[in-house]
């Protein structure tokens, strides 16, 4: 059994990363050329890593399943990336995001790690600056900034509603001057599908070429894995709809151990779902709630008319709303974190107040900011004793700006002007903490293998703050995993090329290719969608919001039942040497419904409610706290890595216990 060994390296957490590099071996310029990497996933993390390590010089292949690097899930983020520049002078600071992030993840999290996401935080808003990032600026030109959950500072960078998508470009325009140079060779449309070890490292993968479905063998000295998030074992999640963990768990089924898997993120802005055929949940921007209020009605019978469609909500009136987080949570309001904001929306909502048709809906309200802001406007622009409307459609204008695009998307989805009346908004899954457990150098437990950005468990602890993934994914891309490789790659200066014709080869691509044999000769009944969806609505109801022990255990058993159905019934038309999405689809969803179980199986096991994971068991019953979550740090403070056994229910759990040396363990409060 390999040893959990986290790696960090000693002395005082300002200094650790800084001695570390220090320290470390490299490889020279003329030994870089001759060392191959493979970058798997070209989001914002395999992006940026694959960018760079190309500049160092080696020779990068990155895969990516979408035709180009710039269709990655990234360019989905919205809201903004976190940096800790105190550029608004607002008492902000390395340690203050490291502080905040710790606490956000209520203490879940590898403080090391955090400390040096922190510390290269301001590099990375230089770096996107210098590739041309269109950062929101303010009225004297300087970088904008706004305010995201869980903190009282404003350290979020943003571009409009637009924050991934110009950071994607930014990464891609680094990456295509590599493609042009020969540096990087690009693989769109192509799957990983499995991981080749020689000698027990990580030395290549085999890739479907997802066009032609020929089934291709890469090797190099080590692997990156960057392909994002599992959410969509969910079914319904705001993740692209391609989102998938098939990467992961194959490492995951190959020796990396997955750490966490129950820790996901349920986000509290998101567009309600509408209906049995929905296949995608659309996400609010949590920016949005630094100028939206939210509330339910005050009254059961306020509620019960708004759902039959007898009520609006503009004719509720202010004293008969309740805007239960400014109620509940004084200090934060509402912007307490995400997992806060979602408990509490749901709560109200089980409670019958939902303002929808299905009553699982909440108000996100604008009219106080249209009137703040509109009286500044008319305030600025001279404008004696406006009217009302002036005010409004002044404070409109400002809105727009800011948030343009959300809106607009709403009004497209929902059909309702939310300048008119207010958002309707509910939580859905959103982000998954959880993910390959990897030590300090990111490495996982495979020699050579790495895990970058959303797919590895670091470094959120149980729940991320908003705008803290794309800062983490651009970090370990742009700024940790180029120095940390290079450590591990230069005892592999002399090792030459890694040649594809041995057994190891031969053995991984035979198992992949039986599978997919499989899928197209199966002839089932039922569609891949079919399984899929019945594991996602096992998932919501009973390892979603909130979990308990007899509904986690028939869980795992319903899991079990419907994976064994799935490998009995399941239908893929279609060939394999062919473009099938169906075929694609199968794989991805085969290895859900093993992660899906495992997910089930760590929420078991953690018998506290922390972040995201919500255990009924795990309640505070008395004092200023009553009925919020209770974290166990006596028995919990440790992050779950579970090694593959076979079958997921018989995974063998790792604990890396975690030591809290720079920050005191608290209550979570968010009073
Ligand atoms: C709607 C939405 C809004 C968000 N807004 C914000 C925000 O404002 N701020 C913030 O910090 N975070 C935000 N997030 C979270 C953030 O966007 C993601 O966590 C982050 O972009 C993930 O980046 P990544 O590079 O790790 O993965 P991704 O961007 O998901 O990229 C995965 C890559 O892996 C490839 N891939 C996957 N599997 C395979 C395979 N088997 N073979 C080959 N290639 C594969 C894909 O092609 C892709 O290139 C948001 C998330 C959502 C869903």
Redesign the pocket.
């Known amino acids: 059994m390999a040893k959990l060994d986290s790696k960090v390296p000693k002395g005082p957490i300002a200094d650790k990363w800084t001695t570390y590099k220090d320290k470390i071996d490299l490889v020279n310029p003329a030994n870089k050329r001759n060392i191959d990497v493979i970058v798997?996933?070209?989001?914002?993390?395999?992006?940026s890593a694959a960018a760079t390590l190309a500049e160092l010089g080696y020779n990068v292949k990155a895969?990516?399943?979408?035709d180009s690097?710039r269709r990655?899930?990234?360019?989905?983020?919205?809201?903004?990336?976190?940096a800790a520049k105190n550029y608004m002078g607002d008492g902000d600071s390395n340690y203050r995001l490291f502080y905040d992030t710790v606490k956000g993840g209520d203490y879940r999290s590898r403080e090391a790690n955090v400390y040096r996401l922190s510390e290269v935080s301001g590099n990375i808003i230089d770096q996107c600056v210098a590739q041309g990032v269109p950062f929101a600026r303010d009225y004297g030109g300087l970088l904008d900034n706004r305010s995201f959950g869980g903190v009282l500072v404003s350290r979020t960078f943003y571009a409009k509603g637009q924050?991934?998508q110009q950071l994607l470009l930014g990464a891609y325009s680094a990456m295509n001057r590599q493609i042009a140079r020969g540096k990087i060779e690009m693989y769109n449309r192509?799957?990983?599908?499995d991981v080749v070890k020689v000698d027990g490292k990580a030395r290549g993968i085999i890739?479907r070429n997802l066009i032609t479905g020929e089934i291709e063998r890469h090797s190099a000295h080590a692997v990156v894995i960057?392909?994002?998030?599992y959410?969509n074992v969910y079914f319904l999640?705001?993740?692209?709809m391609?989102?998938?963990a098939?990467?992961a768990w194959k490492i995951h089924k190959k020796g990396a151990y997955f750490a966490n898997p129950c820790y996901t993120q349920i986000h509290p802005t998101c567009i309600p779902r509408s209906g049995d055929y929905q296949s995608k949940l659309?996400?609010m921007?949590?920016?949005l709630r630094n100028d939206g209020r939210i509330w339910v009605p005050k009254h059961l019978e306020d509620a019960k008319a708004i759902q039959e469609g007898k009520l609006k909500p503009t004719q509720i009136a202010e004293e008969n709303r309740d805007y239960y987080l400014e109620r509940r949570y004084p200090a934060f309001g509402n912007l307490v974190p995400r997992d806060v904001a979602s408990r509490a929306a749901k709560e109200r909502c089980d409670a019958g107040y939902g303002v929808n048709k299905t009553g699982e809906a909440v108000y996100l309200d604008f009219a106080a900011a249209f009137e703040r802001y509109g009286t500044q406007q008319a305030k600025i622009k001279g404008i004696h004793n406006p009217s009302k409307e002036e005010i409004i459609k002044l404070g409109q204008a400002i809105i727009e700006e800011k948030y343009g695009n959300l809106f607009q998307m709403y009004e497209k989805i929902i059909a309702e002007n939310p300048y008119e009346t207010p958002m309707m908004i509910y939580p859905a899954t959103?982000?998954t903490m959880g993910g390959v457990w990897v030590d300090y150098n990111l490495m996982t437990t495979v020699p050579g293998l790495y895990c970058?950005?959303?797919?590895n468990f670091s470094d959120h602890g149980a729940n991320r703050l908003?705008?803290?993934?794309?800062?983490q994914?651009l970090a370990d891309g742009y700024f940790v995993l180029p120095y940390t490789i290079g450590d591990y790659l230069s005892d592999d200066i002399r090792t030459g090329k890694i040649p594809t014709d041995t057994p190891e080869f031969d053995e991984v691509e035979k198992e992949v290719k039986d599978r997919l044999d499989f899928f197209i000769n199966n002839k089932g009944t039922h569609s891949v969608d079919y399984f899929h969806k019945k594991l996602g609505k096992v998932m919501w109801d009973k390892v979603g919001m909130a979990r308990n022990e007899k509904h986690l255990k028939e869980a795992i058993d319903e899991i079990k039942e419907i994976r064994e159905d799935f490998w009995k019934n399941v239908k893929v038309p279609g060939g394999q040497n062919e473009f099938n999405q169906e075929l694609e689809k199968a794989g991805r969803v085969a290895d859900f419904l093993e992660l899906g179980e495992l997910f089930a199986l760590d929420a078991l096991d953690r018998n506290e409610s922390c972040g995201g994971h919500f255990r009924e068991e795990s309640v505070e019953q008395d004092g200023p706290q009553k009925g919020e979550a209770l974290r166990n740090d006596k028995d919990y403070a440790y992050v779950s890595a579970w090694e593959y056994k076979g079958e997921p229910s018989d995974a063998v759990l790792h604990k890396e216990e975690l030591e809290f040396k720079d920050i005191e363990l608290k209550t979570r409060s968010y009073k």
Do not use: D, R
């Open positions: 798997v996933g070209t989001g914002l993390a395999g992006g895969f990516a399943y979408q690097p990655a899930h990234s360019i989905a983020a919205q809201g903004g990336i976190n924050t991934g192509h799957e990983m599908l890739a960057a392909t994002g998030g959410g999640s705001t993740n692209a391609g989102s998938n098939t990467a659309t996400l921007s949590e920016s959103h982000y970058i950005g959303e797919a908003g705008a803290s993934a794309l800062m994914g």
